[in-house]
């Protein structure tokens, strides 16, 4: 029987990544220092850079090919793995493989999701390697807050084949030349680290998204730009056994019959405004409940097309009374 992926440490797969990386660092590195000659200080500056991310990407290769765990890659004492994906970022910004101006990443701060920090390298680095090789001119986006990690990437659609894939959480064979095993090692770390994958093709943009699998959570859409209260009704809302994916602007959210139980959407959104937002969704998805939030109590008087209810910010407790019936049917 063919063995998985190992998901616990640095693959010959990542290692071939590694190595790829750090020797295109090295070569931007010496290209940039050419066009630096005179500037003394540039060049010492750019050479220590240089010799302390080989010095660090070497030492994580050689406790790998040893079979070592090694040092953790840098990550914050509470487990935030923020640090631990910017590091990554730079390091395929600085490659080349990223491009500047068509790269995006927004991370929410601190970035806390549980699992071992290996195998979120791993996930992360081929996640980003399968994007940039679709998209070799971007753009590529990053995206993670503490419910969902999305890598999205224009290019080529993907085959058919890699969709059925990832539809069955069973990844094709390798092909002799060790080559296509990035899809089973996300896979493989995405089991390993309890996430839940979902692809999303739209017109010019592919994205995998990966969700905390909460066993029997339902599934809710946040969507409301203020920054303080998407955070407060989101984590109030988890803390009360949902699954939340939370987003500050609609104008990228395409309805998707069956992806939620709920959606909660703010009145006042920038472009869309959330009483379209919900209407949409509903067309798509008669059985999914809507509620529009609104800091104007006039709009509870107004007919809203798609409305289960329409709340006077935060309305927590309605709002709960509202989404309960929903807990016994975790979508």
């Given at each position: 029987m063919?063995?998985?992926?190992?998901?616990?440490?640095?693959?010959?797969?990542?290692?071939?990544h590694?190595?790829?990386?750090?020797?295109?660092?090295?070569?931007?590195?010496?290209?940039?220092l050419?066009?630096?000659?005179?500037?003394?200080?540039?060049?010492a500056?750019a050479?220590a850079?240089?010799?302390?991310?080989?010095?660090?990407?070497?030492?994580?290769?050689?406790a790998?090919?040893?079979?070592?765990?090694?040092?953790?890659?840098?990550?914050?004492?509470?487990?935030?793995?923020?640090?631990?994906?910017?590091?990554?970022?730079?390091?395929?910004?600085?490659?080349?493989?990223?491009?500047?101006?068509?790269?995006?990443?927004?991370l929410?701060?601190?970035?806390?999701?549980?699992?071992?920090p290996?195998?979120?390298?791993?996930?992360?680095?081929?996640?980003?390697?399968?994007?940039?090789?679709?998209?070799?001119?971007?753009?590529?986006?990053?995206?993670?807050?503490?419910?969902?990690?999305?890598?999205?990437?224009?290019g080529?659609?993907?085959?058919?084949?890699?969709?059925?894939?990832?539809?069955?959480?069973?990844?094709?064979?390798?092909?002799?030349d060790?080559?296509?095993q990035g899809?089973?090692?996300?896979?493989?770390?995405?089991?390993?680290l309890?996430?839940r994958?979902?692809?999303a093709?739209?017109?010019g943009r592919f994205?995998?998204?990966?969700?905390?699998?909460?066993?029997?959570?339902?599934?809710?859409?946040?969507?409301?730009?203020?920054?303080?209260?998407?955070?407060?009704?989101?984590?109030?809302?988890r803390?009360?056994?949902?699954?939340?994916?939370a987003?500050?602007?609609?104008?990228?959210?395409?309805?998707?019959?069956?992806?939620?139980?709920?959606?909660?959407?703010?009145?006042?959104l920038p472009?869309?405004?959330?009483?379209?937002?919900?209407?949409?969704?509903?067309?798509?998805?008669?059985?999914?409940?809507t509620?529009?939030?609104?800091?104007?109590?006039?709009?509870?008087?107004?007919?809203?097309?798609?409305?289960?209810?329409?709340?006077?910010?935060?309305?927590?407790?309605?709002?709960?009374?509202?989404?309960?019936?929903?807990?016994?049917?975790?979508?």
């Open positions: 063919e063995q998985p992926p190992d998901a616990t440490g640095l693959h010959a797969h990542d290692l071939r590694y190595l790829s990386l750090l020797a295109c660092d090295l070569r931007l590195t010496r290209e940039r050419a066009e630096t000659a005179e500037d003394a200080p540039a060049r500056t050479l850079g240089l010799l302390a991310r080989l010095d660090a990407g070497l030492a994580e290769l050689d790998s090919l040893r079979g070592h765990r090694g040092p953790a890659p840098v990550t914050a004492p509470d487990g935030d793995l923020a640090p631990l994906v910017e590091r990554l970022w730079r390091s395929f910004l600085r490659a080349g493989r990223l491009r500047p101006g068509k790269a995006a990443l927004h929410a701060r601190p970035l806390l999701w549980p699992g071992d290996k195998q979120w390298q791993s996930l992360v680095m081929n996640l980003l390697e399968n994007a940039c090789k679709a998209a070799p001119d971007g753009p590529v986006r990053l995206e993670a807050d503490g419910e969902r990690l999305s890598v999205s990437n224009g080529a659609p993907p085959a058919e084949a890699l969709l059925r894939a990832l539809a069955d959480g069973v990844a094709p064979p390798a092909r002799a060790g080559h296509g899809l089973g090692l996300i896979l493989a770390a995405a089991s390993a309890h996430l994958v979902e692809p093709l739209e017109p994205t995998l998204n990966l969700f905390r699998a909460v066993a029997g959570a339902p599934s809710l859409l946040l969507v409301e730009d203020d920054e303080d209260l998407r955070a407060m009704l989101a984590e109030y809302l803390a009360e056994g949902f699954r939340v994916e987003s500050a602007d609609a104008a990228e959210l395409a309805p998707a019959a069956g992806r939620y139980r709920a959606v909660v959407a703010d009145l006042n472009g869309t405004g959330g009483g379209a937002l919900l209407a949409a969704w509903r067309a798509a998805d008669p059985g999914l409940v509620v529009l939030l609104t800091g104007d109590s006039e709009a509870q008087e107004r007919d809203w097309p798609g409305v289960d209810a329409v709340l006077i910010k935060p309305g927590l407790g309605r709002l709960l009374e509202l989404l309960a019936p929903l807990k016994g049917d975790g979508r």
